[in-house]
């Protein structure tokens, strides 16, 4: 990588929160941020320091760090730690450690007076350009709020199941906080902005691969601002976190698709998603005694930015992609020039990175899509762009490199206390390349069809249509204007259907029996979109071998649907995973209603539709009788006449129809005898015994950590034509040991473990999943010796056979829950050396006394 700078970044966990003057920080404001640098922990408010801040949304597929000064990803924050562990930048899927994203930024560009002014939150090349910027203190913090009811952020005014709120302006001008930009030679000069930056996300199925941004910009200053252009900067270096050099950043590949396919179903061919994308050039596909094949370490996935929403019907997007890595190497496509549109040189003689504010803003507001990188040794000089470069460096670009892209979009012109609202997702699409080989067997510079047809967009265009639904959702007046969206009729014809567009009305013959289908919204914003039921909250009891998980599930099964309006849960399902992916979970059990879907036969259309949400087994029974039997009149047998209308009927189960709550070693009532009219009945934390549910799952190893989850899911929406929903389980996952609890071991006084001891070099802890599950680290850094047992509060140290003190462990959770019983020692000595073979001696003292034993590791 190229210059890639480091700035200030304070994490937004927050351990203890100090306000206070710091001997020294009152120097100059470069040296206070340098000093803050060594707080990492800590939220400090300082005079005249922006409090800069980050968190990650990580509630959906994809996890991405989001800081308050404009920039996205990780790459820009120089301590990128959240809960003593590395904070991912763009990880697809979550838990994976694969990185879609260095690091991402916001620019304005735009005419003040007879100025060209450009705001960044970084650039990604200049030594320390860092123009938007919180204000300091708790008017700079960024706002984290959730619409989970179970969640501590909880917000009735939250859009999604994740919102972070990031003020920012670009009024900064002190250069020990903007930095000095030296291709212009001066400091920063405002625009005078100050920007609303709402970024949201959810854990829906449909939902999960993409996070919404929404922007609002307001000129702050007193004079307007024309021709302003927005811009989304993105450095990729697609690459799994164990592989690095040439393979992980430098070989990416980008480029921009305005139409993709539109799925079967669909009346359209095609869907215009504009989007910009970047990828690995092949996946990384693992050949291991064999042909390549996809292990967990390739980065399959594409990833990439849409506009959702401009103020306007002129708006002009650009994309431009370009290579920063050295002078000699620093190319991007460029249009050669008209007599009426001139080539513009760059003040450097590059093609490629655009220095200084003026050349920003060229880039941003001149007229010009670039070509994909896989054709850069292509010639496109009769589209008018200048010929490719050296043959060696125009094979090495199209092969895949070290890319940076920016989608501009503009122009605005914005008055003195005007707002402009700009929405944008950053998507992605899962399975972009398809066969681990295509890449060899397919690419050629000189001839890129072959393999860029073999890349599958289907995912990532799925993606982006649902971004773009869930902000305006089609079908939906939300103004009462009488205007749902834009839509086409479909019309059936014997076996088939016919299609005709909205300005033209189908035949008078059929058009009573015609739909309208909706594609786009109305334009107004509703960043809504179907849920499931909000999972419970849930508490895990360990035992040895063995936990119980117990929820309450009011919340869940009495929250009324945004779009149907009407209760629609339908059942739990319990989860348990070794690890912390999604692929990891497996299912134990579940419980769901016994209810049924409903099909009555159109005798027009001579079609079977289900046109009311699922039944209960006791409703059916007060339509039908006590004894009525839906199993009897299945798809297979349709043969049940409704005596009310004459209407012909079947019934299929909506689920398993598992709704057996008495069996112990089942989901079962924790309180059967409690009543659901009793409100007045509950439980200590204040919700009604009836919804209190248990269950346990045994046979567990106690020397593993597993997480566990119950989801909630619903029965799905005929209305917006989804299937049932689940929440995620990673929404509620609980990690936890099956030993005895903190409070059982107080209460009983049980004796310390520790295993495995012997603990051998050869043991295959690793191979078993016992230890570095995920090969994130090298073997002599990622050993484990567990000591399970312990109180809440204690302090362990272990010695050498001759007494020398070798670690010293302070474990400390005083309010109990997940983990208090256990510590892990990583083998490692105080002095940061990986301990040798010995016999050692182990100490755990607190306040209920002293415990000794011996531990043998054996190297």
């Not at 799925?462 to 971004?467: C, F, H």
């Not at 009311?612 to 006449?641: K, Q």
Request: charged share 25%; net charge negative; aromatic share 14%.
């Amino acid at each position: 990588m190229f210059l890639k700078k480091h700035l200030l970044v304070i994490p937004i966990v927050i351990v203890v929160t100090l306000c206070m003057t710091v001997p020294g920080f009152a120097i100059n404001n470069q040296q206070a941020r340098d000093t803050i640098r060594t707080l990492p922990n800590y939220k400090v408010t300082l005079n005249g320091i922006p409090n800069i801040q980050f968190d990650v949304h990580n509630i959906g597929k994809m996890a991405m760090a989001i800081s308050n000064d404009g920039t996205f990803g990780r790459g820009f924050i120089d301590n990128p730690i959240i809960d003593g562990e590395q904070a991912p930048s763009c990880e697809f899927p979550i838990n994976s450690d694969l990185s879609y994203l260095f690091a991402a930024s916001l620019w304005i560009g735009a005419v003040v007076g007879r100025d060209t002014l450009v705001s960044v939150g970084e650039d990604g090349w200049a030594e320390r350009v860092s123009e938007f910027n919180p204000d300091e203190g708790d008017a700079g913090k960024m706002i984290i709020r959730s619409n989970i009811k179970t969640k501590d952020t909880y917000d009735p005014e939250a859009i999604s199941e994740q919102d972070f709120i990031c003020t920012f302006t670009d009024t900064f001008s002190d250069q020990g906080i903007t930095g000095i930009d030296g291709n212009d030679n001066r400091g920063h000069i405002p625009i005078w902005l100050s920007i609303v930056q709402n970024s949201y996300a959810w854990s829906y199925d449909y939902a999960e691969d993409f996070v919404l941004f929404d922007y609002k910009i307001t000129n702050i200053g007193q004079f307007p601002i024309r021709d302003l252009y927005m811009a989304f900067y993105v450095d990729a270096d697609v690459h799994h976190e164990s592989v690095t050099g040439a393979t992980g950043s430098g070989d990416d590949i980008c480029g921009f698709s305005r139409t993709l396919p539109m799925p079967p179903g669909f009346c359209m061919e095609e869907d215009t998603v504009n989007l910009a994308w970047i990828a690995d050039n092949d996946g990384d596909p693992v050949a291991v005694g064999g042909p390549p094949a996809w292990a967990h370490t390739s980065p399959r996935a594409v990833t990439g930015t849409r506009v959702v929403r401009s103020p306007g019907d002129s708006l002009i997007s650009n994309f431009n992609w370009w290579i920063s890595n050295n002078p000699a190497l620093d190319f991007g496509p460029r249009k050669a020039g008209t007599t009426e549109d001139p080539f513009k040189p760059f003040p450097l003689g590059n093609l490629g990175t655009p220095t200084g504010d003026k050349i920003k803003y060229y880039v941003m507001s001149h007229p010009e899509f670039d070509y994909d990188q896989l054709y850069t040794a292509v010639s496109h000089t009769n589209q008018g762009y200048l010929p490719p470069p050296p043959q060696s460096q125009a094979l090495a670009f199209a092969s895949g490199f070290d890319t940076r892209y920016l989608l501009s979009f503009g122009p605005f012109d914005v008055q003195p206390g005007d707002t402009l609202p700009i929405t944008l997702a950053y998507i992605a699409g899962d399975e972009f390349h398809v066969g681990p080989t295509d890449f060899d067997d397919l690419f050629d510079p000189q001839f890129p069809d072959s393999f860029y047809n073999s890349l599958d967009f289907s995912d990532f265009g799925t993606n982006a249509r649902w971004a773009s639904w869930i902000f305006d959702n089609p079908g939906v007046d939300t103004d009462g204007d009488g205007d749902s969206g834009r839509f086409y009729w479909r019309c059936p014809s014997g076996i088939d259907e016919l299609c005709f567009p909205e300005i033209e009305f189908p035949p008078d013959s059929i058009i009573d029996l015609c739909k309208k289908v909706y594609y786009r919204g109305d334009t107004i914003p509703d960043f809504v979109g179907a849920s499931p039921p909000p999972p419970p909250e849930i508490k895990v009891t360990p035992g040895f071998g063995e936990v119980t998980l117990r929820w309450n599930g009011q919340l869940s099964e009495n929250t009324i649907d945004v779009f149907s309006q009407q209760k629609d849960f339908e059942g739990y399902r319990v989860y348990f995973a070794e690890g912390d992916r999604l692929i990891d979970y497996i299912q134990m059990t579940s419980y769901d209603v016994e209810d049924y879907k409903v099909y009555v036969f159109n005798d027009i259309l001579l079609s079977w539709d289900q046109e009311i949400i699922p039944l209960t087994i006791d409703t059916l029974r007060l339509l039908f009788g006590p004894d009525f039997d839906p199993t009897a009149y299945s798809s297979e047998f349709r043969d049940f006449t409704n005596p009310k209308n004459g209407d012909r009927m079947y019934f299929v189960r909506q689920d398993w129809n598992e709704s057996e709550l008495t069996n112990p070693s089942l989901i079962h009532k924790v309180y059967p005898e409690a009543s659901r009219y009793d409100s007045s009945d509950t439980t200590d934390d204040g919700w009604m015994r009836y919804y209190e549910y248990e269950y346990t799952i045994n046979n567990l190893q106690p020397s593993k950590p597993y997480n566990f989850s119950v989801t909630a899911f619903d029965y799905g929406s005929l209305k917006v034509d989804l299937g049932a929903l689940e929440s995620s389980p990673l929404t509620n996952a609980v990690k936890e040991y099956p030993l005895p609890s903190a409070e059982k071991v107080e209460e009983e006084g049980l004796k310390v473990i520790v295993f495995p001891n012997p603990y051998r070099i050869d043991g295959g802890y690793a191979e078993a999943g016992y230890e570095n599950r995920e090969r994130r680290y090298s073997a002599e850094r990622s050993r484990e010796i567990h000591f399970a047992n312990l109180p809440k509060v204690c302090k362990i140290r272990i010695y050498s056979i001759n007494g020398d003190l070798i670690r010293e462990i302070d474990h400390y959770r005083p309010e109990g829950g997940p983990e208090s019983q256990h510590e892990v020692w990583d083998v490692i000595s105080r002095n940061t050396q990986a301990v040798v073979t010995g016999i050692y001696l182990w100490h755990v003292e607190s306040e209920m006394g002293e415990q000794l034993g011996k531990l043998v590791i054996m190297k």
